[in-house]
Structures are given as structure tokens and as C-alpha cells.
């Protein structure tokens, strides 16, 4: 499934299930052997359902980093990566306003985040055309490794009630 000419993907997906070591700061928290594991479905998951992001936005944390990494080794594809120390700290509004500033020839784009700016995200951003049952799951937040889709008119625009949330892939 490719998006309508016009419509961009934007995929907001929550890191896999990481470890919680003692003494060890949360921004550093590795990810757990579940969690790697996740991960890689997760990146299967997304290739075969033609997801493929053209570009990450990646929370610079332990854990979203190692989650890219191996979800990028399943995927399949090598698009590039930014890491942003923003999205660590960044709430659902300031999520937005890192993707309004995504280049128009991006079509898919996948932000690795944290719980819960992934959801909130997901439900500020959420119109009236969006996926009732799923809005209504998102609104309890996501688990680790999950990820929704929403679709979009174009990253600059982007804003409160103005995409599509379409579903929510739950990890297997």
C-alpha cells in the first residue's frame, strides 16, 4: 500500500521493552532480550506491510537507538536516521513541531519515541476520519514496540485533528 499522491505516513512508534538496571540513568536504559527481539519483528513488520520510512526521527536514548538499529537490520532498507536529543525530552506538541519541519519529499516518516508523547501524540494529532476503535486504544497508551499509523496532508500544516489515525500495531 503506497499513500495517495499528496499523503504522507507517519508512523510514531514507542521503543521496544528495555532493561531497568540499578544506578543507570533512564536516558542510558539498554534494551531488554524481549526487547530486542521486538524489535526485529518490528522491522519485518513494517516491510511487509510496504512501511518503509524514507526518513527516523530517533530519540537519542539507549534504548530508541538500539531499537532502530535493529529494526533497521530487519527492514530491509538503510533510509536515514536523525537522532535528536528533543525527542527524548519533547511532550506531544513539541513532537509535532519536529515534524513540521520534515522535508515535503518525504512521503513516510517513523519517530521512535517514549511513552507517553507516542500516544498523546497519536491522539492530538487524530481528526474525525481516524479509526474510532483505535483512537479509543491509543487514548490508554501503547505498549513497547507498538506502532500507529496516521496519515497526513503534509508535514508543514501538520496539527491538532488534522490527519488520520488508521491503526495501531500491537507487538506479537
Known amino acids: 500500500m503506497t499513500p495517495e499522491t499528496g499523503t504522507r505516513r507517519l508512523l510514531l512508534l514507542r521503543h521496544a521493552k528495555a532493561e531497568h538496571p540499578d544506578l543507570v540513568a533512564d536516558i542510558q536504559r539498554p534494551l531488554s532480550l524481549v ?4 524489535s526485529a519483528r518490528v522491522g519485518a513488520g513494517l516491510a511487509d506491510q510496504d512501511m518503509v520510512p524514507d ?3 530517533c530519540s537519542a536514548s539507549v534504548r530508541t537507538r538500539q531499537t532502530w538499529d535493529l529494526t533497521r537490520a530487519s527492514l530491509g532498507a538503510d533510509p536515514a536516521v536523525q537522532y535528536l536529543d528533543d525527542l527524548y525530552y519533547a511532550g506531544s506538541r513539541a513532537l509535532v513541531d ?15 519515541g517514549h511513552e507517553p508523547t507516542m500516544s498523546q501524540a497519536a491522539v492530538l494529532l487524530a481528526g474525525p476520519d481516524s479509526d474510532p476503535q483505535t483512537l479509543a486504544r491509543v487514548r490508554v497508551g501503547v505498549p513497547t514496540a507498538s506502532w500507529s499509523l496516521l496519515e497526513v496532508a503534509g508535514w508543514g500544516a501538520l496539527d491538532a485533528g488534522t490527519a488520520t489515525l488508521r491503526r495501531l500495531t500491537l507487538p506479537e
Open 35 to 38: 526487547g530486542r527481539r521486538q
Open 55 to 57: 526518513l527516523v526521527l
Open 98 to 112: 519536529l515534524v513540521r519541519g520534515v522535508p515535503d519529499d518525504v512521503r513516510t516518516l517513523l519517530v521512535i
